[in-house]
């Protein structure tokens, strides 16, 4: 029978993959899964994302302190972060940047009191609950100078009006694209900068989980808008 330290001395080369792929997924780069609809039409269930944890803040592996900023989360930013509510990995999409003002009115935005401007780009029929479809249209959003689509449900309850919020200094307010089927900002609070993980910049695999789980070719490597 092989000793503890025989088994260990066999297999540490690759007992030290574990530990270095550990130490860059912590600190470096990231992969997310996606399993719900709330960023619809831009990332799908099924999608897996590649994050850039260095993006924004360099942290010490394993924990969320912070060795150096090296970047400023940006509008229209898709980033991972944890819920200020339950602690839960979400991926949403930065609205408000700290000094904005942020108003929802009908489902426009107002950001610093200039209205968002939209693009109907086309219908379409979403599954919402086993069996249930409803109607919705998706949209190019312009905030600033960057255009990303998003989506509109007809007859699902939603907070299509809030605000005014003023956005405090190290928060952000974050939406998902898919407006009307979003744990968001609106549910859960501003999001502290110390509660983001990364952004999300490409997806790396993709494949139909809510249907025959076949892999979603297109979709491979697609970069993230």
Known sequence: MLSMNGTMRDNRIFIGLLLVFGLIRTAIADYNPIPSGSMHPTILEGDVVLVDRTAYDLKVPLTDRVIARLGEPKRSDIVTFYSPKDGARLIKRIVGLPGDI?????????????????????????????GVNVPGVGLIELLDDHSHRIQWLSGVAN????????IPNEQFLMLGDNRDNSADSRYIG???????????????????????????????????Q
């Open 102 to 130: 942020v108003e929802m009115r009908h489902k426009q935005l107002f950001i610093n009191e200039k209205p968002a401007s939209y693009v109907a780009a086309s219908e379409f029929q979403e599954t919402v609950a086993p």
């Open 159 to 166: 907070a299509s009006d809030f605000g005014p919020v003023a």
């Open 190 to 224: 501003l999001v502290p900068r110390q509660a983001l993980i990364g952004r999300a910049h490409h997806i790396l695999v993709s494949a139909a989980i809510k249907d025959d789980w076949l892999p979603r070719l297109e979709r491979f490597g697609q970069q993230l």
